[in-house]
Nanobody, 116 residues
Framework: QVQLVESGGGLAQAGGSLRLACAASGLIWSINFMAWFRQAPGKERELVARIGWSGGSTLYTDSVKGRFTISRDNAKNTMALQMTGLKPEDTAVYYC?????????WGQGTQVTVSS
């Protein structure tokens, strides 16, 4: 069973920075990609960024381009999201996601709150 544990959420002021981390453990093989999603109150969960595991290709939703950077450490099965230039609209619960072999798993989520 795969377990994802997120850390690094919290409170930041607009314009500030936070760094989220996700550690994957358990029986994991053939990771395809990992990603960060977020869900704000009353809204659907949306993809924030994803990173390919072998080549490291990245994809970002338009609203975070130029402000957020996703990275991964293949040897440690970890992923991070560096968030800068935070805006109040970035407030949400952020979820780590892993797609491996023909399966996937979600983390429990970490709250990010940005005050204006």
């Amino acid at each position: 069973q795969v377990q994802l544990v997120e850390s690094g959420g919290g409170l930041a002021q607009a314009g500030g920075s936070l760094r989220l981390a996700c550690a994957a453990s358990g029986l994991i093989w053939s990771i395809n990609f990992m990603a960060w999603f977020r869900q704000a109150p009353g809204k659907e969960r949306e993809l924030v960024a994803r990173i390919g595991w072998s080549g490291g290709s990245t994809l970002y939703t338009d609203s975070v381009k130029g402000r957020f950077t996703i990275s991964r450490d293949n040897a440690k099965n970890t992923m991070a999201l560096q968030m800068t230039g935070l805006k109040p609209e970035d407030t949400a619960v952020y979820y780590c996601y892993i797609n491996y072999a023909s399966a996937f798993a979600w983390g429990q989520g970490t709250q990010v709150t940005v005050s204006s």
